[in-house]
């Protein structure tokens, strides 16, 4: 038995207190539910108590809800299966029991910590900010296990449960009150007194449980079962449509809500179970779920080999460039409450660059995620300079100035004199090789990459870069600076792109060498949605700006030859002057606000298409294969040459940074499904017509050879 949960009794009320050994959250776990149940039947067989609440000894955690471990341990849909249904009788007896429970709530409480929640007789949260309450099943490709299908929507209603299933969203303790997910918020210093006392109230008949009345327009709609009919069939189409049909637990979690209100109770229960049953066994919760260990263990690493090695504090750091980088860094660093000095050429660039920050800090007002207050204190650290004023303290300076090496060359020449001998020079640059910035520096070991993604404040990768010069203290303090701008860091060597834009060239080339052979721009895209990614490459080549892409392009082919040749097409339409949706001219139209139409059909005049190829099912297989296993084979090539350590930050970097299909995992993992002997079958054959673009990695072959993989096939796949 595993000692996570103590009870004492006072006066009549036991207070069953969670608080897993060794963990810094709560999760269930067969061994823990084990333990409830049977403290449970002990409270049930007291007949001195009369009521009772679970509580967290954790600080900021209530549950954080299943221990992920476990489901590594299913080796069927009905292993999976059983677990749910074992969780159901738990649930159950909470709901049942002689004496009511009630849950109070302090810091996250997800998953099958809301479940047990809601089959309490009351609920209380805190109005901490770190009181968070959801259900985040989907996101693993899962539903909720443990009861959440069937007793979300009897407490807050069909669409607000709807909402909260099918997104997995975090709910703060003020709109769970709204919603009547909890029936009291109190501050946290309360919460244990108030929940003893609303049991005794409870058990005593003094208060009850208060059914949350829902508006006129929710009741017309969900009271009866046609309107019911409406929300399921709205909500099947929406997440079609958005989903694409590729996460099939959305569709599940629908099919098991419904079933709540179609058949008996007994009928919804056992249709969660068995759909959380199904899910478990998809191929796309393993590659989520994997998703969730790889960036759980990237948090707990450093960057560096040496676990001696501490990072730097970094109380302030220094911007350079107030462009739309860099005012985008600044934002981030104010977030976090970490003061920006922020310096440009001109007043009026450092303006635009304050007013752009603001911006973004703005958003988070609107969302009511800080408050007017947080919002002017956080605006209030970002002092802008056109000197370097400010500069002698700053531990750190992000350079987010134009890409020249030149330009990047002088502002490090002026800098440096007026820096503290240890601050550290980090480049956002998206294409110059990090050793070349460093090579016009006094201090080259100071000098790394921290490359940002666009925009900064939603882009959740961070790629820093390191040269063999680079000191291991350097590497640390970027890499936990990063992770405090709530970033997933990812470490890699200097190389041509990096990681990121090294993988995604030859995919966008491939899209570009499909234009010059007439394949239309909305037929490319349309195929590439369809595998996974958020945007087609077309959109995404106007989106990144023509201009930019074709930089970036010229450095790729001159480092990586044919393999990665820009197309024709984007050549032209470069040199007829089109920029993509910055200028509001490029592959598609674009209005004056910049809000994307349709395709601009003077486009194909310009790349002088003789004929459009008709889009056909071959043709679509041929559009995925083409960029992805270009995409694919480059990213094995990058770990043979050691740009990336290994393949979990490759599989990292590829989704967050790029988009690469979450369901695949990542360029590895993907791989490992496809497998690397019919991946360098497919590859030859693609050589075999494109010479020279598709010639299958050495590392790859050997693979194919051997039999081997990148991951192992069962068992945890990252440490
Ligand atoms: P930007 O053109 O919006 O901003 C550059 C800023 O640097 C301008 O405000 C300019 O006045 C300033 N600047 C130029 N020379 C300066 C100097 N000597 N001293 C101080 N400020 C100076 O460019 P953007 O897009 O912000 O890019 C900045 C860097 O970030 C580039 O290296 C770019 O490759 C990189 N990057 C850009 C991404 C993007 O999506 N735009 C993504 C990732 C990296």
Redesign the pocket.
């Given at each position: 038995m595993s000692n996570a949960l103590t009870l004492t009794v006072d006066a009549g009320i036991a207070v069953i207190t969670f608080d897993l050994p060794n963990e810094p959250v709560n999760k269930f776990s067969a061994s823990v539910i084990a333990e409830f149940e049977s403290l449970l039947a002990r409270i049930e067989a007291d007949t001195s108590i009369k009521a009772a609440v679970l509580i967290s000894g954790k600080p900021d955690n209530f549950i954080a809800g299943a221990d992920i471990d476990a489901f590594l341990d299913f080796e069927s849909a009905k292993d999976a299966e059983t677990a749910s249904a074992t969780g159901h009788k738990a649930m159950e007896r909470v709901e049942r029991s002689r004496v009511p429970i009630v849950a109070a709530i302090n810091g996250s409480c997800l998953g099958g910590g809301l479940e047990v929640s809601l089959a309490c007789a009351y609920r209380i949260a805190t109005e901490n900010p770190k009181t968070v309450l959801a259900l985040p099943e989907v996101q693993l490709g899962l539903i909720p296990g443990a009861g959440g299908t069937q007793r979300l929507p009897r407490t807050v209603g069909l669409q607000a449960a709807l909402d909260m299933i099918l997104t997995g969203k975090n709910v703060r303790a003020k709109k769970a009150l709204q919603i009547g997910l909890v029936d009291e918020v109190v501050h946290p210093s309360i919460l244990r007194d108030v929940a003893i006392q609303r049991a005794r109230e409870i058990a005593n008949g003094t208060r009850r449980h208060e059914e949350k009345k829902h508006g006129a327009k929710e009741m017309v709609l969900e009271d009866n079962p046609l309107g019911r009919a409406v929300v399921f069939r709205q909500a099947r189409e929406m997440t079609l449509k958005k989903s694409r049909g590729q996460y099939p637990a959305l569709l599940a979690a629908l099919e098991a809500v419904a079933a709540g209100f179609s058949g008996t109770r007994e009928q919804g229960f056992a249709a969660e179970a068995r759909l959380f049953g199904e899910m478990a066994a998809t191929a796309v919760s393993n590659q989520l779920i994997f998703l969730f260990y790889a960036t759980t263990s990237l948090k707990k690493d450093s960057g560096v080999a040496d676990a001696s090695v501490k990072p730097l504090p970094v109380k302030k750091i220094g911007v350079?460039?107030?462009?739309?980088?860099?005012?985008?860094i600044a934002a981030v660093s104010a977030m976090q409450n970490v003061p920006v000095r922020f310096?440009?050429?001109?007043h009026e660039?450092v303006g635009?660059?304050l007013a752009a920050a603001r911006d973004v800090l703005k958003g988070r007002l609107i969302k009511r995620q800080v408050t007017r207050q947080q919002f002017e204190d956080q605006l209030g650290l970002i002092s802008g300079t056109i000197e370097y004023t400010g500069f002698g303290s700053v531990p750190l300076v992000i350079?987010?100035?134009?890409?020249d090496l030149a330009?990047?060359h002088?502002?490090l020449a002026?800098l440096e004199p007026k820096l503290p001998a240890h601050a550290i020079f980090a480049?956002?640059?998206?294409?110059?090789p990090i050793s070349r910035i460093a090579a016009g520096s006094q201090r080259p070991e100071r000098v790394v990459g921290m490359?940002?993604?666009?925009p900064v404040h939603k882009m959740p990768l961070l790629e820093v870069i390191v040269t063999p010069q680079t000191a291991p203290e350097v590497t640390a303090t970027v890499v936990a600076f990063g992770r405090k701008l709530g970033k997933t860091v990812i470490v890699v060597n200097d190389a041509p792109g990096f990681f990121a834009n090294r993988i995604l060239a030859p995919y966008i080339n491939e899209a570009g060498r499909m234009l010059d052979e007439g394949v239309p721009i909305d037929v490319l895209d349309k195929a590439m949605l369809s595998f996974g990614f958020p945007v087609g490459p077309v959109t995404l080549l106007d989106e990144?700006?023509l201009d930019?892409a074709g930089k970036s392009g010229a450095v790729m082919s001159a480092a990586f030859g044919d393999r990665v040749q820009p197309s024709a097409a984007l050549g032209k339409l470069i040199a007829s002057g089109r920029l993509g949706r910055k200028g509001k001219k490029g592959f598609y139209l674009y209005d004056e606000n910049g809000k994307k139409g349709g395709v601009d059909e003077s486009v194909y005049a310009i790349i002088g298409v003789p004929q459009r190829q008709q889009s056909s099912p071959a043709l679509v297989q041929e559009i995925q294969e083409r960029c992805a296993l270009a995409m694919v084979n480059e990213a094995v090539r990058c770990l043979e040459e050691g740009i990336v350590r290994q393949p979990r930050d490759g599989d990292v970097g590829a989704v967050f940074g790029i988009g690469f299909p979450p369901f695949r995992g990542g360029p590895y993992r993907y791989a490992d499904s496809v497998g690397a002997a019919e991946l360098v079958k497919r590859l030859e054959a693609l050589n075999a017509k494109y010479p020279g673009r598709f010639v299958p990695s050495a590392r790859l072959v050997a693979m194919a050879a051997d039999g081997t993989r990148f991951y192992p096939a069962t068992g945890k796949p990252v440490g």
């Open positions: 350079l460039g107030t462009g739309f980088m860099g005012a985008g310096k440009d050429m001109k660039q635009r660059g350079e987010a100035v134009f890409e330009v990047k002088q502002v002026e480049s956002n640059t998206s294409t110059i490359h940002f993604f666009s990144v700006g930019v």
